[in-house]
T-cell receptor, first 112, second 116 residues
Framework: KQEVTQIPAALSVPEGENLVLNCSFT??????LQWFRQDPGKGLTSLLL?????REQTSGRLNASLDKSSGRSTLYIAASQPGDSATYLC???????????FGTGTRLTIIP | DAGVIQSPRHEVTEMGQEVTLRCKPI?????LFWYRQTMMRGLELLIY????????DSGMPEDRFSAKMPNASFSTLKIQPSEPRDSAVYFC??????????????FGPGTRLTVT
């Protein structure tokens, strides 16, 4: 059974800093990995989907990397802004079906 | 496109009452997912459909929960009878398989259910 872990559970950094969020998964037989953002009281917004054949995917100030062999992914946020404050979740699909297993998330606070 | 639409956004009901949550997926998407989110358990997949057919309902907690998808543009999640432990935020998501395995999921805003 796939298990997805995100450490730390919470992170506070001053505005303008670069930061890295971590995601670990136990079963490396995955098709892709998806990073989401969730604002308080809101739904999830897809940020990046990185295919198993890719090592990196970029969107603006966000960069996601994937290392299947080690069961790890990172989300790099450059030049953080207060608007980046949210909970960030990673998710991987079960092999052979479409079920997503989510991590517990990292609650990010950017201090102005 | 308006994205995934869910209704109601908030629902407060008394224990024992029937609750029906509604979802309209993104037009053209062939997968629909129902999730539940709580502080204790995080995000859990309840059930998902492909082309209106339920594929996996192993996450449905009990027989009190049922889900239907009568057509490609509408799905319901029903709880009967509701209990206080069903209080949670319920999300609907949709995706399109297409010719790749991308299957990026798009989430609705959720329905916050409170059972008193």
């Amino acid at each position: 059974k796939q298990e997805v872990t995100q450490i730390p559970a919470a992170l506070s950094v001053p505005e303008g800093e670069n930061l890295v969020l971590n995601c670990s998964f136990t079963d490396s037989a995955i098709y892709n990995l998806q990073w989401f953002r969730q604002d308080p009281g809101k739904g999830l917004t897809s940020l990046l989907l990185i295919q198993s054949s890719q090592r990196e995917q970029t969107s603006g100030r966000l960069n996601a990397s994937l290392d299947k062999s080690s069961g790890r992914s990172t989300l790099y946020i450059a030049a953080s802004q207060p608007g980046d404050s949210a909970t960030y979740l990673c998710a991987v699909p079960d092999f052979g079906n479409e079920k997503l297993t989510f991590g517990t998330g990292t609650r990010l606070t950017i201090i102005p | 496109d308006a994205g995934v639409i869910q209704s109601p956004r908030h629902e407060v009901t008394e224990m024992g009452q029937e609750v029906t949550l509604r979802c309209k997926p993104i037009s053209g998407h062939d997968y629909l997912f129902w999730y539940r989110q709580t502080m204790m358990r995080g995000l859990e997949l309840l059930i998902y459909f492909n082309n209106n057919v339920p594929i996996d309902d192993s996450g449905m907690p009990e027989d009190r929960f049922s889900a239907k998808m009568p057509n490609a543009s509408f799905s319901t999640l029903k709880i009967q009878p509701s209990e206080p432990r069903d209080s949670a935020v319920y999300f609907c998501a949709s995706s399109l398989r297409g010719t790749s395995r991308t299957l990026e999921q798009y989430f609705g805003p959720g329905t916050r259910l409170t059972v008193t």
